[in-house]
């Protein structure tokens, strides 16, 4: 992760949020979460999971693994 990524890192308990605002649909943070820990089943069986790091014991992402997630799933 570079420099300009890590400086656009959104807190995971924030996900949610943003995820309905691109999808319309709103989930949980516990949700959100288990994207993150186990993934999400496509309809052709894959396992993609939503991209995060861990940083001063609290999980983040970027935009671009949130929009990349919601793609592999569509």
């Not at 949980?28 to 396992?47: E, F, L, Q, V």
């Amino acid at each position: 992760m570079d420099k300009e990524e890590r400086a656009k890192l959104i807190p995971l308990s924030s996900v949610s949020a943003i995820f309905a605002s691109l999808t319309g649909v709103t989930r949980s943070k516990p949700t959100i979460y288990n994207w993150m820990r186990y993934g999400c089943r496509t309809h052709d069986a894959r396992i993609v999971k939503l991209g995060a790091v861990l940083k001063m014991g609290q999980w983040f992402t970027t935009q671009k693994e949130i929009e990349t997630f919601i793609e592999e799933l569509a």
